[in-house]
Structure formats: C-alpha cells, structure tokens
C-alpha cells in the first residue's frame, strides 16, 4: 500500500504571498490531520478533517485554513504568509478514530515551507 | 489546556546501557498516552500506545497517574534505537494530538 503522500515536498515563498499543500492519504483512510513543526514550537495540530468536515482544530490564526475532497485527499491554506510560517508542515492519514477507538496515524514526509 | 512536558532534549547512552526516556503530562480528564519515533531520514511513526501496554522494539512505557508521567524504557539500549522519540497525548475523539517537544536519543558504540 502506498503510504501518505504530501505536494510539493519543498516550497520558497515571499511574506504576503499564499499557499496551498497537498496531501493524499493512505487509500481507504478518511481521517487527515495537518501538523505544523518548528524548531522553536515542536508539534503543534492544525486541523483534522474526516468525510469532508474539520473535525477537530488547534489554535492557529484564520489565515490558516484547509478542506478535504470527497476522495480523502486535503490540502491546507495559508494566506498572508509571515516568516514565522516557516516550517515543515507535516500530514498524517487514518482510519477514523472514535472515543474509545484509536486508529494509528502515518506521517506523510512533509512540506517543508520556506517563507523569506 | 493539555500539555506534555520531555525534560531532556538529547539523551546520549552507551549501547548495552539502560535507557528512560521522560515524559510528564497536564490534562485534566482521562488521557490516552503515545510514543513516537523517527529514525533519520524517515517518517514520524507510532512506537507504542499505553493502551496496548505491549513491548516494542524492546520498548516498554507505564502510564502512572498519579504522577502523570508516561516514561519510555528499554533495559539494553541498542544503536539502531538512535532516533528522535516523541511523547503525545490525545485528548478526545478524533486524531488531535498534543506534542512534547522531542528527545533526541544517541546510543554510542
């Protein structure tokens, strides 16, 4: 099965500017969930979208912003682009999880954004 | 607000040597508790998860509430465990989880 896929793995942008990442999810899974990693903050969740719908989101300003198609793939926003939004930006696909229920995770390699 | 807390930034041990890695966590319900690990150039991946109390890689982790620490320990620490190991924990239904922020464990020859 091929694992979680993330467009495009290298981004250079300018402040101001915007831009959308992609990330495909393992066939069959309808969970996705968006990290963001900085050497400063570590780990920090964005959002997580199942069947289309956020499910759950992290505490990040409006400019950050995502959606999931019908076909599980989801793509992130982010508008009016600060040079702390250098990061890797990382996406994780699942099985859907319940509260008593926790499907494991996998990591997309991430996109590692750049913002001069 | 939840928190997970990894005191140690590296860890550097002798292959042969026992190793702990630490975490402590603040959440106020009922948490569900994690080790990840990427090794270089992979992926972040799941170690072990409290709930399954199993032993991987050699790996093993009590989750103590009453401290709220949910620490990794291995008794023999091999070179192939050199990784950055992070704790989590996820609070409600839903994949949301809460990151510490990584030790860096170097096992020497």
């Known amino acids: 099965k091929a694992g979680v896929t993330q467009t495009p793995r290298y981004l250079i942008k300018t402040r101001g500017q915007q831009v959308t990442l992609s990330c495909s999810p393992i066939?069959?899974?309808?969970?996705v969930s968006w990290y963001q990693q900085t050497p400063g903050q570590g780990l920090q969740f964005l959002f997580e979208?199942?069947?289309?719908?956020?499910?759950n989101k992290g505490n990040f300003p409006g400019r950050f912003s995502g959606r999931q198609f019908s076909n599980s793939r989801s793509e992130m926003n982010v508008s009016t682009l600060e040079l702390g939004d250098s990061a890797l930006y990382l996406c994780?696909?699942?099985?859907?999880?319940?509260?008593?229920?926790?499907?494991?995770?996998?990591f997309g390699p991430g996109t590692r954004l750049t913002v001069l | 607000a939840q928190r997970v807390t990894q005191p140690e930034k590296l860890l550097s041990v002798f292959k042969g040597a026992p190793v702990e890695l630490k975490c402590n966590y603040s959440?106020?319900?009922?948490?569900?508790l994690f080790w990840y690990v990427q090794y270089s150039r992979q992926r972040l991946q799941l170690l072990l998860r409290?709930?399954s109390r199993e032993s991987i890689k050699g790996f093993t982790a009590d989750l103590n509430k009453g401290e709220t620490s949910f620490h990794l320990k291995k008794p023999f620490a091999q070179e192939e465990d050199s990784a950055m190991y992070y704790c989590?924990?996820?609070?409600?239904?839903?994949?949301?989880?809460?990151f510490g922020g990584g030790t860096r464990l170097m096992v020497k020859p």
């Open positions: 979208y199942f069947s289309e719908t956020q499910r």
């Open positions: 959440y106020s319900g009922s948490p569900e």
């Open positions: 989590a924990l996820r609070r409600n239904a839903g994949n949301m989880l809460t």
């Open positions: 994780a696909s699942s099985l859907a999880s319940g509260p008593s229920s926790y499907n494991e995770q996998f």
């Open positions: 066939s069959g899974h309808r969970s």
């Open positions: 409290h709930i």
